[in-house]
Structure formats: C-alpha cells, structure tokens
Nanobody
Framework: QVQLVESGGGLVQAGGSLRLSCVASGRTFSSYAMGWFRQAPGKEREFVAA????????YYVDSVKGRFTFSRDNAKNTVYLQMNSLKPEDTAVYYC????????????????WGQGTQVTVSS
C-alpha cells in the first residue's frame, strides 16, 4: 500500500511559478512510476507528467513541455513538479499518482492517488 500526500498549491498570477511536492509512504518508492495529473472544473482528469526511475524516463503532455519539470528524490520518497510560466488554463486540482511498473499516462493505469492540491492562476 502506498499513501501519497501533495502540497505546494496556491494562487499565483499568470507568468508565475509554483512547486508541487508529493511525499509517498513505502519502502520501495524507487520502483514505482510516479505521475502528476490535473482536473479542472467540469473536465476530466488529465495527464500532466510522469517518471519512471527504473526505466530512466520522463514524459510530459505537450501543453506543459518547456514550462513544467518533474523531479524526484528517492531518498526522501518525494516527487516534485516545478511549474513555471503558469497560465490561467493551468488552473486545476493537481494529483500525484503511483503505479508499480513502467511509465504510463492513463488515469486508469495508476493504483494510488493523493488527495490533490489546488492550483489557481489568475490572469
């Protein structure tokens, strides 16, 4: 069982930055693929970025490439999402997710989810 706790959301003006954090429980953290997803009001949850430490791969949705950076610190069981040049359309609840195995981008592929953290970008 893996428990995930996100933090770091908030209100920021367009063009600003935020860094989200997600702390995971469990002793085999490095073996999990970790993902960030987001859900805007009235919309389905969507993939943002994911990383597999085992396979040394990171993948981003096109809309955040060059602006968001995924990183992880296995010693701290923590993953981060550095978000720069934020836009109003980035406004959403951001979720951290984990799965055993390789990197995937589908919501249905992840077994464990955090409670989410709100990110609001004002214009």
């Amino acid at each position: 069982q893996v428990q995930l706790v996100e933090s770091g959301g908030g209100l920021v003006q367009a063009g600003g930055s935020l860094r989200l954090s997600c702390v995971a429980s469990g002793r085999t953290f490095s073996s999990y693929a970790m993902g960030w997803f987001r859900q805007a009001p009235g919309k389905e949850r969507e993939f943002v970025a994911a990383n597999s430490w085992t396979f040394s791969s990171t993948y981003y949705v096109d809309s955040v490439k060059g602006r968001f950076t995924f990183s992880r610190d296995n010693a701290k069981n923590t993953v981060y999402l550095q978000m720069n040049s934020l836009k109003p359309e980035d406004t959403a609840v951001y979720y951290c997710a984990a799965r055993s195995g390789g990197l995937r981008i589908g919501v249905q592929d992840y077994n464990y989810w955090g409670q989410g953290t709100q990110v609001t970008v004002s214009s």
